[in-house]
């Protein structure tokens, strides 16, 4: 299975556990869980699985010149020769030892099949874990029905002001303190970005020239044979008419004495025979004349 087609799990006390662990750079407590997208189930507006996270410090997460964010995931793992399936896989094997004390998969090596094994067996501890809990919170909702109560909705929206304002204070911040045009790192994944996608812009254009051009092979074939029947036609139906011309032009022509046979002939052959005959002769006379000096 690939850790694209996990479903997008969420799983809110396994990131709070993550994010007391060592940061996976610094090999410090951490301060945040970072979503890995890449080669996961997340897109455009959408989070992977909370099981594709790795522990970070905020200055590998957003703030350094090394953050992540700012140089983007794919340099990031690269530069600290982080392998995203050996995290996932020893996170989730620790989270259930200390947890749930269940050492699963202890000496296996990470493997997406044990990746999924590991995912399955959380979920459905989750899933045990969540019945109990969700009667208890039902049965304190109908006890403090009468207390009054923040909306959540209003909480929820006051809590994402704030954070959009703390991030756009901390993003100028970071634009003056040290420009992110300056730095060497940005600088260096622009020039990778840069060249993978001429790569993909060749590939691309490759790709369509080749489709073209058996469609081009396709369509000059199909015309060569259309041709083909066109003159084999044109050529029989020339061969009929010369036939019928024929037939006619001998239909009209009247039978005629043949030229051997006719007196003009006859009268030519004597006269040539007899002309062969005289010089015969005068030959005959001439080498006796030649024969009778010597």
Not at 75 to 96: A, G, H, I, V
Not at 233 to 247: F, G, H, I, N, S
Request: hydrophobic share 25%; aromatic share 6%; net charge positive.
């Amino acid at each position: 299975m690939e850790l694209s087609k996990h479903r997008p799990h969420r799983n809110r006390p396994y990131l709070e556990w993550l994010r007391k662990q060592q940061c996976v750079v610094t090999s410090t407590k951490a301060q945040c869980a970072h979503h890995i997208r890449l080669g996961t189930n997340g897109g455009a507006g959408l989070k992977p699985s909370d099981y594709f996270c790795i522990p970070l410090l905020n200055e590998y997460h957003t703030t350094g010149p090394q953050a992540l964010h700012n140089i983007g995931e794919e340099t990031f793992l690269r530069t600290f020769s982080l392998e995203p399936l050996n995290l996932f896989f020893n996170y989730l094997r620790k989270y259930l030892k200390e947890e749930y004390s269940l050492d699963l998969l202890k000496n296996a090596r990470p493997t997406l099949d044990g990746l999924a094994q590991l995912i399955e067996k959380v979920e459905s501890l989750k899933k045990v874990k969540g019945t109990s809990k969700g009667s208890s919170k039902k049965r304190k909702l109908k006890e403090n029905t009468d207390r009054a109560k923040p909306s959540e909705s209003e909480f929820y929206n006051k809590a994402k002001e704030l954070k959009k304002s703390q991030d756009r204070e901390l993003r100028e911040k970071l634009k003056k303190a040290s420009p992110l045009k300056e730095s060497q790192a940005y600088q260096e994944a622009k020039e990778q970005k840069r060249i993978r996608d001429k790569e993909l812009r060749e590939k691309l254009k490759s790709s369509n020239n080749v489709s073209n051009s058996s469609k081009f092979k396709k369509h000059k074939s199909a015309k060569l044979i259309q041709d083909k029947e066109l003159y084999e036609k044109a050529k029989e139906a020339k061969r009929q008419r010369d036939k019928e011309l024929r037939q006619k032009l001998k239909k009209q022509k009247a039978p005629s004495k043949s030229i051997t046979q006719s007196d003009f002939y006859q009268k030519a052959k004597e006269a040539r025979k007899q002309r062969d005959k005289e010089l015969r002769k005068q030959q005959k006379e001439l080498r006796k004349r030649l024969s009778s000096k010597d």
